[in-house]
DNA sequence: TTGGGAGAAATAGAAGGCGT
DNA sequence: ACGCCTTCTATTTCTCCCAA
């Protein structure tokens, strides 16, 4: 086989798949196995119930083969059970980050005031879904300056904590106690504007577009 | 954007292996 | 020997690349 292509530049369709490929098909096959078993039916059984062939039925419950959407289709009706439970048991790795308390790490966020505390609680990549999600523990002391000024893109969601503060968004001034939440647009300016009950901790989650 | 060629993968059916 | 399942081989279907 001629290879002309720089390697990564584009896609092998001769690309043998390995071991981790197959975590679905596995994943299928056992789910397969599982239901004929309860039902009490033979690989035979299931062959003629879904019109495929016994062999193939091994090699679909071993995993050793990727059946095709309709063979999927004929497999949930033969076995009266939804298609997606066919799915079941196969995950895939998910990112995730456990940060345990007073390790969060400290940053400097552009545009943050003098006494505010950000203390980032967590970081992964994009999932692939295009959001970027930035979660921050933040604590303002009696230093903290006080006027409304961050405007960034994306939505903020503000969990509070500890203390009181006076939060504005756009023309809107929002009281803030232990326990209310403020959801909204980061595109307007926002920010804590007189701090009422102090020290003020709040949670605060900003989401934001990958490209944006 | 579409159609054709090439190769990979899915599938069917027969043969073989294994346990009781 | 029989039932159940897996493996092997041939055929069909699907996917990808590339030229027009």
Request: net charge negative; glycine share 10%; aromatic share 6%.
């Amino acid at each position: 086989m001629s290879d002309k292509s720089p390697p990564g530049l584009r896609q092998n369709p001769h690309r043998l798949r390995d071991r981790a490929d197959k975590n679905l098909e596995a994943a299928i096959g056992r789910s397969v196995r599982r239901h004929r078993k309860q039902q009490r039916m033979t690989v035979h059984d299931l062959a003629v119930k879904t019109g495929l062939s016994a062999g193939m039925l091994s090699k679909i419950e071993n995993g050793a083969t990727s059946p095709s959407l309709t063979t999927l289709q004929t497999l949930s009706h033969a076995l009266s059970v939804p298609l997606v439970s066919l799915f079941e048991g196969y995950a895939e790795p998910r990112g995730a980050m456990h940060v345990r308390a007073g390790e969060a790490a400290e940053v400097e966020r552009s545009g943050t005031r003098a006494g505010h505390q950000y203390n980032l609680l967590g970081h992964i990549g994009s999932n692939g879904s295009g959001v970027i999600v930035e979660p921050y523990l933040i604590t303002l002391s009696e230093h903290s300056d006080v006027f409304p000024a961050f405007q960034h893109d994306g939505i903020e969601l503000i969990y509070m904590l500890e203390g009181t503060v006076d939060y504005r968004h756009g023309e809107e001034l929002y009281r803030l106690l232990p326990g209310d939440s403020l959801f909204f647009d980061a595109d307007a300016p926002h920010g804590p504007e007189a701090l009422i009950d102090l020290p003020i901790r709040y949670l605060s989650a900003i989401c934001y577009p990958q490209n944006g």
